[in-house]
């Protein structure tokens, strides 16, 4: 999961394609409207011999804003290697509170940050 958001973040479609199961793999996959990444949280993993669950958030800048996808990742294991499948997402608009983090990763309070 981690190597599939880094290629999202570097817009590397070939690996994306290469790690995506060929039942669900797109033919094409343009990634030029993609909004920035700016950090990912695996809330949660499941692993069997042949399928695995991820549920993770995604941060990512939106204009101005922020925003967030949320998804819970069903993996299948083949030939040693693992590979996406699908996922059940929703997204949303994140409004971190002034004294809050910032989501940018600086560490450093948000109103002192990026408002």
């Known amino acids: ?3 599939r958001y880094s290629a999202f973040v570097l817009n590397l479609t070939d690996y994306l394609k290469a790690t995506w199961h060929t039942s669900t793999r797109p033919q094409d996959l343009d990634l030029t409207e993609a909004p920035k990444w700016v950090s990912l949280q695996v809330l949660s ?3 069997g011999e042949h399928e695995g ?3 993770f958030r995604a941060l990512y800048r939106a204009g101005g804003g922020w925003g967030y996808l949320e998804e819970n990742s069903r993996f299948v294991r083949d030939d040693e290697r ?3 499948v ?3 997402t ?3 608009t994140l409004k971190p509170g002034r004294n809050e983090s910032c989501p940018c990763g600086s560490g450093r309070k948000y109103k002192a940050c990026c408002l």
């Open 1 to 3: 999961m981690r190597s």
């Open 45 to 47: 993993s499941d692993e």
């Open 53 to 55: 669950t991820v549920h």
């Open 82 to 84: 693992w590979y996406y």
């Open 86 to 88: 699908s996922g059940d």
């Open 90 to 92: 929703r997204e949303g």
